[in-house]
C-alpha cells in the first residue's frame, strides 16, 4: 500500500470532493484481490449495501464496495445468481481480501457460464460513477431493456478503474436451476478437446461451460462439460450428449445440486505457481495452434469452449511476441512481466479513440495511471 | 419537434459536394429530386424531408471516400440500413447525405465450430438467420421487424426481440465490427472472439444510434437452434392479475424464452383483423419455452400450474405446430391490427415488472384524460412496454395531441424506475425527453463520446440529444480531414 494512507469516501458526495481535490494519482481499488496497485494514494470507495433486489424482476442494486459474497447470499436465499459466475482469483493471484461488486464489474471479471450467457458486462444493467474530475454520472438504469442514450455501462464494465469509480451498479440476475450434470472425458488432446467442445456447443442441448486442462487431479487431461436446468431435463440431456461425443473417449457423467467449478473458474491449474499467468481470446479452433506456440513448459487450462486459453509460461516470457499476430489478444494477469504490456496494444487508430475518451473523463490522467496502458 | 435549420452554404454548394461524390462512389449516387424522396423518412413517418443526396456504396472502401467527401465539405451524414426505425433515427435533413448500406447484403463467412456468422450490415435480419438455419443454427436478436430491418440498425439500436428475455438483445450478441469512422478512416472494433481488448468500445458503438461510425460489417454469434419451442396462452380478467402471474412464473425459476402480454383492445382489434381465436378478456399472455417434447411439457406444466392459481379466464396449451402458430397469429399481426383501424403512434418505454398494474392503470385514467385510446402489447418478461395511441391523422391537432399523451407516460415510465426506450431508440422521437432521464451532467458524459468519434458532429447530428443541450457542441468548428 505505499505507505500511504488510503481515503475512503463513503458517499458519492464524499468520493466527488475527494476526486475533485485530487491533487495527484489515484490508486483505485475495491476488495483488492486483484493485487495490481497503480501509482499515488490509494482510494477505495466505502459505500456498501444492497439498496434494491426485487426477484420477480430479476433485478438488483448495490453500492460499488458491496461484498460479492454478501450478494450471492442474498441471491441464493431466493434461489437466484450472478449468472456470470464470478471467479476467486485470491488463490491464482495470491492475494488476500473480499471481491467486491465495483472490482468484479470495473474488470469484467465473468467465469465458464460466460460462453453461454455472457460476460459481467451483459448482466450490468446500470451504473453510477465519479470520473476523475469529480464528475458524478448515471447511465443506464435499473430495467433489463434500455436503449435510451449511449452505453456507457458497457464502457465502464471493464474499464479497471481508468475512466471512474463506480459508485452503484445494478444487475440482472437469474434463476438457479435444480441441479447441474458434468460431463468428462480424459485424456483428450487440446484440438481435441476442442473439436468435442465446439460439437457440444453447437447441439441444442445447451451446454453451460465447457472446460479442458492440460492435467487434472488424476494426472491425466480432462475435458469437462456442464448442462444444467432442471433434474429430468437434465438428465435427458447428458444422456443425449454423451451419445453425441461417444467417438473421443470414454464419457463419464454426474448429476448433483452443486453448480460450483471453482477448479475451473478460479485456475486453479496454476495456483501457488511462479509462473507468469496469461489470458488468450480468440477464436476456439484458433486454440490448439497458439498453445502449440507457446515456449517450453507452458500449461494450459481452456475455459469457454477454447475461445479463452489460460496459459502458465517462465516468468517474464514475452508471450505475444511467441505467438505472433492471431485474431484476439492477450493479457497478461500474474507476473511482473519486466517491461512487456499488460494489456495487448490496441490498433493505432482505436488507441487515440481511448486516449481520447481518458482525456475526457480523467482530464488529469490521474486514476490508475498506467494501468491499462 | 424540431430540426434544425439546413445549412445554406452547403444547399449553395450541392452541385459540388453531389460530384464529389459521384467522383468518389461513380454508380453510387442519388440526386434527383424524385428519387431522394424515397429517403425522405423512415417508420416514423409523420416526419419527413428529403435529403441533399443519397449515396449507396457497395463497399467498405467506397463508405470510407463518401465519408471522406463530407467530411471534407462539412456536410451533415445520416447512415441508413433499411429505414424501419420507429424513433426517426433515419430522418434526413434537407443538408445531409443519406449514407445507406442496402446494397452490402453479402455474408462473408459461415464459421460453425466457432459459431459465429460474419456480415455485411445491409443484410436484413431474418436473413441473417436464413443464411445458417439449415444447419440447425440461428441468430437470436429478433425484432418484430425482422424481415425487413437490417443488422445495421439492429446495432445502431441495439434492438431486441419477443425471445431477448433469454437471448439477449443485439449488444449481447454482437462480437465485433468493422466501422468507418467520421473522417474516413476505416477501423475494426472486436471480431471473432470474446470480450474486449481494452476498453469495450464495442459495446459503446452498439446503441450509438449512428452518431459514432458508419458500421459495414459484423461478426455476429449464432446459437443451434432449440429441439423446439411450443407456447401456451393465458387470458385473466384483470391486467394486475396478467402482472401477478408474470412475477410468480419468474420468482418460480423458470425463465421462459418469452413472454408477451395485450390487453382488451389490442385483443378485440386483432381478433377482428386475424380472427386468431383469442378469449375476449381483460389481458392475455403467452408465454413460450423451449426443449424436448417432454421438456416442454415438464416447464408448461409449472406455467400452467402457477396461471391456475389466479383464477384464469381460459389457458390453452399448443400441443402442435398449428396450436402454436395460431397462438402466435395474434401476437404477430397486432401492429398490422391496429394499422388497419386507426393511425397509431407506437410507444417503448421500460418499467420494472414490478409496476405493471399501476403503470398500466395510470395509462387507463390519461387515455381518458387525453380521449385518446390506447392499446398494450409488449414484452412482459422485461417490462418493454408497447403502448399503442390511436389517433387520426387528419384531424387538425391530433398528432400533437398524441405527442403530448406519448410524452406523459414515457415521463411516468422513468417516474417510477423505468426508462424512456427499451428498444426502438432516441432518435428524434424521445430527444427532447431526454433531460426528463438524465440530469445535464449524464448527457454532458454521453456527448463527450461523441465529440471523441466526430468532433465536427456531422454524424447524425440532430439525434438523440436535445437541440438546445447539443448546440454549443454541434457548433464546434471542424476538425480537419
Ligand atoms: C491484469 C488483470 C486482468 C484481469 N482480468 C480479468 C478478467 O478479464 N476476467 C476476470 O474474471 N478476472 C480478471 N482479473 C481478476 C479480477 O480483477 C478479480 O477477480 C476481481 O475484479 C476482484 O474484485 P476486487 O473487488 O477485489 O477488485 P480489486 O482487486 O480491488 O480491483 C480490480 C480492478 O477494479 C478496479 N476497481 C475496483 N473497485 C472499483 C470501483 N468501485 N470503481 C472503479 N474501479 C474499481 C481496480 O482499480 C482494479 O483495476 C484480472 C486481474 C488482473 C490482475
Ligand atoms: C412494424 C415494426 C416493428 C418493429 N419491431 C421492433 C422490435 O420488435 N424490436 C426492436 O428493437 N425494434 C423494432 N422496430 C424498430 C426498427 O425495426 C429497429 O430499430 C431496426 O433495428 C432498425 O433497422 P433499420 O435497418 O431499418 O435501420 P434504419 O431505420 O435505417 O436506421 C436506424 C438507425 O440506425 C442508424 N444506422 C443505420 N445504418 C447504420 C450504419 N450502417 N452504421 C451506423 N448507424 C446506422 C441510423 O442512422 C438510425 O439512427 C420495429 C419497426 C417496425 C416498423
Redesign the pocket.
Given at each position: 500500500m505505499n505507505g500511504l494512507s488510503m481515503m475512503e469516501p463513503q458517499s458519492e458526495a464524499e468520493l466527488s470532493e475527494a476526486l475533485a481535490g485530487a491533487e495527484g494519482p489515484v490508486?483505485?481499488?475495491?476488495?483488492?484481490?486483484?493485487?495490481?496497485v497503480?501509482d499515488g494514494v490509494a482510494l477505495?470507495?466505502g459505500g456498501a449495501g444492497i439498496s434494491l433486489y426485487e426477484p420477480g424482476a430479476l433485478t438488483l442494486v448495490a453500492q460499488?464496495?458491496t461484498p460479492?459474497a454478501e450478494i450471492e447470499a442474498a441471491l441464493a436465499a431466493e434461489g437466484q445468481r450472478l449468472a456470470f459466475e464470478?471467479?476467486?482469483?485470491r488463490g491464482l493471484?495470491g492475494?488476500e481480501?473480499?471481491?467486491?461488486?465495483?472490482?468484479?464489474?470495473?474488470?469484467?471479471?465473468?467465469?465458464p457460464r460466460r460462453v453461454s450467457v455472457g460476460a459481467?458486462r451483459d448482466f450490468c444493467l446500470g451504473v453510477r460513477?465519479v470520473d476523475g474530475a469529480g464528475r458524478v454520472v448515471q447511465n443506464g438504469g435499473r430495467v433489463m431493456k434500455n436503449v435510451t442514450g449511449y452505453d456507457l455501462v458497457k464502457l465502464?464494465a471493464?474499464?479497471?478503474?481508468?475512466l471512474?469509480?463506480?459508485?452503484e451498479v445494478s444487475l440482472k440476475v437469474l434463476p438457479k436451476p435444480e441441479v447441474a450434470g458434468v460431463l468428462s472425458i480424459d485424456g483428450l488432446s487440446v484440438s481435441e478437446a476442442v473439436a468435442a467442445m465446439s460439437a457440444a456447443l453447437g447441439t441444442p442441448w445447451e451446454v453451460t461451460a465447457a472446460c479442458h486442462t492440460d492435467l487434472a487431479a488424476n494426472d491425466r487431461p480432462s475435458t469437462q462439460l456442464r448442462i444444467e436446468g432442471m433434474a429430468g431435463s437434465v438428465d435427458y440431456r447428458l444422456g443425449r450428449l454423451k451419445e453425441a461425443l461417444g467417438n473421443y473417449g470414454e464419457v463419464e457423467t454426474v448429476v448433483s445440486e452443486n453448480h460450483d467449478w471453482p477448479w475451473f473458474r478460479d485456475v486453479a491449474r496454476f495456483e501457488g505457481g511462479a509462473e507468469d499467468v496469461w489470458?488468450l481470446h480468440c477464436r476456439p479452433s484458433d486454440a490448439p495452434g497458439l498453445v502449440a506456440r507457446l515456449p517450453e513448459g507452458g500449461k494450459v487450462m481452456l475455459d469457454w469452449g477454447g475461445a479463452l486459453v489460460w496459459a502458465a509460461v517462465p516468468a517474464g516470457t514475452d508471450l505475444r511476441a511467441a505467438l505472433g499476430a492471431f485474431d484476439g489478444h492477450a493479457?497478461?494477469?500474474?507476473g511482473q512481466g519486466g517491461g512487456i504490456a499488460?494489456?495487448h496494444p490496441e490498433r493505432p487508430e482505436l488507441a487515440a479513440l481511448t486516449a481520447g475518451l481518458r482525456a475526457k473523463f480523467d482530464p488529469r490522467g490521474i486514476?490508475?495511471r498506467g494501468?491499462m496502458a | 419537434m424540431e430540426m434544425p435549420k439546413p445549412d445554406p452554404q452547403i444547399l449553395a454548394r450541392k452541385a459540388r459536394i453531389v460530384a464529389r461524390l459521384r467522383d468518389a462512389l461513380p454508380g453510387g449516387v442519388i440526386d434527383a429530386e424524385e428519387e431522394v424522396r424515397a429517403y425522405e423518412c423512415d417508420a416514423l413517418t409523420a416526419y419527413k424531408c428529403p435529403p441533399l443526396a443519397v449515396v449507396l456504396p457497395s463497399t467498405t472502401e467506397e463508405v470510407a471516400a463518401a465519408l471522406k467527401v463530407c467530411h471534407a465539405e462539412g456536410v451533415p451524414v445520416v447512415p441508413r440500413g433499411a429505414g424501419t426505425s420507429l424513433a426517426g433515427g433515419a430522418l434526413p435533413t434537407a443538408d445531409c447525405v443519406i449514407l445507406g448500406v442496402a446494397r452490402m447484403a453479402e455474408v462473408l463467412e459461415t464459421n460453425y465450430p466457432d459459431r459465429y456468422v460474419h456480415v455485411q450490415t445491409g443484410r436484413t435480419n431474418l436473413s441473417v438467420t436464413g443464411a445458417v438455419e439449415a444447419d440447425g443454427f440461428f441468430y437470436a436478436p429478433d425484432p418484430s421487424s425482422q424481415l425487413a430491418c437490417a443488422i445495421a440498425g439492429n446495432i445502431a439500436m441495439n434492438s431486441g426481440g419477443a425471445h431477448c428475455l433469454k437471448y439477449g438483445v443485439t449488444t449481447n450478441n454482437l462480437l465485433g465490427v468493422t466501422m468507418v469512422l467520421a473522417n474516413g478512416t476505416i477501423t475494426k472494433v472486436g471480431g471473432p472472439w470474446m470480450?474486449a481488448n481494452g476498453l469495450d468500445l464495442l459495446g459503446l458503438i452498439c446503441g450509438s444510434e449512428g452518431q459514432l461510425g458508419v458500421v459495414t460489417e459484423a461478426w455476429l454469434r449464432i446459437l443451434p437452434k432449440p429441439e423446439g419451442a411450443r407456447p401456451v396462452l393465458i387470458g385473466f380478467d384483470s391486467s394486475e392479475v396478467a402482472g401477478q402471474c408474470v412475477t410468480n412464473i419468474i420468482k418460480a425459476g423458470v425463465l421462459p424464452v418469452a413472454i408477451e402480454f395485450m390487453d382488451r383492445p389490442c385483443i378485440r382489434a386483432t381478433e377482428a383483423f386475424a380472427g386468431a381465436g383469442y378469449p375476449d378478456c381483460e389481458a392475455l399472455l403467452i408465454v413460450e419455452v423451449e426443449g424436448s417434447e417432454a421438456e416442454i411439457d415438464h416447464q408448461l406444466g409449472l406455467i400452467c400450474g402457477i396461471a391456475e392459481e389466479l383464477n384464469p379466464v381460459e389457458v390453452r396449451q399448443s400441443g402442435s405446430a398449428d396450436e402454436s402458430a395460431r397462438i402466435w397469429l395474434g401476437r404477430k399481426s397486432a401492429f398490422g391490427a391496429m394499422g388497419q383501424i386507426n393511425d397509431y403512434m407506437c410507444l417503448d418505454g421500460t418499467i420494472p415488472v414490478s409496476e405493471l398494474p399501476r403503470v398500466l392503470r395510470r395509462i387507463g385514467e390519461m387515455s381518458e384524460e387525453f380521449g385518446l385510446e390506447v392499446a398494450n402489447v409488449f414484452h412482459a418478461g422485461d417490462g418493454n412496454m408497447h403502448p399503442l395511441i390511436l389517433f387520426n391523422a387528419n384531424e387538425e391537432g391530433q398528432l400533437e395531441l398524441c405527442e403530448r399523451f406519448g410524452a406523459e407516460i414515457l415521463k411516468l415510465c422513468v417516474e417510477v424506475g423505468g426508462c424512456l426506450t427499451g428498444e426502438h431508440g432516441v432518435g428524434i422521437e424521445k430527444r427532447d425527453l431526454m433531460e426528463v432521464q438524465y440530469r445535464p451532467d449524464d448527457l454532458a458524459a454521453q456527448m463527450d463520446v461523441k465529440d471523441v468519434f466526430d468532433a465536427g458532429w456531422i454524424l447524425n447530428p440532430a439525434k438523440v440529444f436535445p437541440l438546445t443541450v447539443s448546440a454549443g457542441r454541434r457548433r464546434a468548428p471542424d476538425q480537419a480531414a
Open positions: 490508486s483505485v481499488r475495491g476488495g483488492g484481490t486483484r493485487g495490481v497503480a477505495r470507495f460499488a464496495g460479492v464470478v471467479p476467486d482469483m493471484l492475494t481480501g473480499e471481491s467486491t461488486i465495483g472490482g468484479v464489474v470495473a474488470s469484467n471479471a465473468s467465469g459481467a460513477f465502464m471493464g474499464s479497471h478503474g481508468t471512474g469509480v463506480l459508485t489470458r493479457t497478461r494477469v500474474r499488460r494489456f486514476l490508475n494501468l | 470480450d
